[in-house]
């Protein structure tokens, strides 16, 4: 079992920053890919960016070059910076820890205001 929690988010202006953690906690170990997910008002969650075992990372397009996904394995952490937000990527921001299972968090709002 893996259990995530996110932390970050908030209310910013387009163009702002702001820079999500995911806290990890069980199974850790058997974790082989890191992944952000949103889902904006009446729309599907979409992927965000991702992270493997191995360090390399993959973005969606709409991201790709703003945003940046990390890892901090002595803390048992993922993170997303996030920059020159936009209005569009106001949403609930979710990570997803794949290992025998997929696991999900709760959660962080993310409004970004024009």
């Known amino acids: 079992q893996v259990q995530l929690v996110e932390s970050g988010g908030g209310l910013v202006q387009a163009g702002g920053s702001l820079r999500l953690s995911c806290a990890a906690s069980?199974?850790?170990?058997?974790?082989?890919?890191w992944g952000w997910y949103r889902q904006a008002p009446g729309k599907q969650r979409e992927w965000v960016a991702q992270i493997i075992s191995g360090g390399s990372t993959t973005y969606a397009g709409s991201v790709k070059g703003r945003f940046t996904i990390s890892r901090d394995n002595g803390k048992n952490a993922v993170y997303l910076q996030m920059n020159s937000l936009k209005p569009e990527d106001t949403a609930i921001y979710y990570c997803?820890?794949?290992?025998?299972?997929?696991?999900w968090g709760q959660g962080t709002q993310v409004t970004v205001s024009s």
């Open positions: 997803n820890a794949v290992s025998r299972g997929a696991y």
């Open positions: 069980g199974s850790i170990s058997s974790i082989t890919i």
